[in-house]
Nanobody, 119 residues
């Protein structure tokens, strides 16, 4: 299981950093990802990061404003210049074997952290 933190209510233009950790210990062996689900919409992929630090982003959503990073214990999502359209529950996902963008491939998930952006 994973535990996300850092979500809160902010204003448009603000920044937030989300964190995700495994209570079981290190995440160093895992392929990690952030997803989000906005009200009334399906969950969508936001960003991924491999064990070696290679990253991908859903540019349709993040538009160069988000950065995913990691250390041995946590994965982070730095979100800058937030927009009301970024309001969503943000989920962390991990898997030892899967290396893709489809949420069905990830075996471990957190419960999510709420990010609300007001205009």
């Amino acid at each position: 299981q994973l535990v996300e933190s850092g979500g809160r209510l902010v204003q448009a233009g603000d920044s937030l950093r989300l964190s995700c950790a495994s209570p079981g210990g290190t995440i160093s062996a895992y392929f990690m990802a952030w997803f989000r689900q906005a009200p009334g919409k399906e969950r969508e992929y936001v960003a991924t990061i491999t064990k070696s630090g290679r990253t991908t982003y859903n540019e349709n959503s993040v538009k160069g404003r988000f950065t995913i990073s990691r250390d041995n214990m946590k994965v982070y999502l730095q979100m800058n210049n937030l927009e009301p359209e970024d309001t969503a529950v943000y989920y962390c996902a991990a898997d030892l074997i899967y290396y893709g963008l489809d949420e069905s491939g990830f075996g471990s998930w957190g419960r999510g952290t709420q990010v609300t952006v007001t205009s």
